[in-house]
């Protein structure tokens, strides 16, 4: 199962560093995470602040 990101997000772009397979991009109010590059590794979750960042 793929990460989301929720609207709990701050846009600190924290998160899109970490992503070994760039999978997170800037959205238009968020952060979004491409289900079908996400390898479900869980790195972006461990790095979120506010954990807006959870397996979906």
Do not use: F, K, R, W
Not at 28 to 49: F, S, Y
């Amino acid at each position: 199962m793929t990460y989301v990101i929720s609207d709990a997000c701050i846009n600190c772009g924290t998160c899109l560093p970490e992503c070994p397979v760039q999978a997170i991009s800037q959205g238009d109010t968020q952060h979004e995470i491409d289900a079908n590059t996400c390898i479900d590794c869980g790195t972006c979750a461990g790095v979120c602040p506010v954990q807006a960042i959870s397996q979906g």
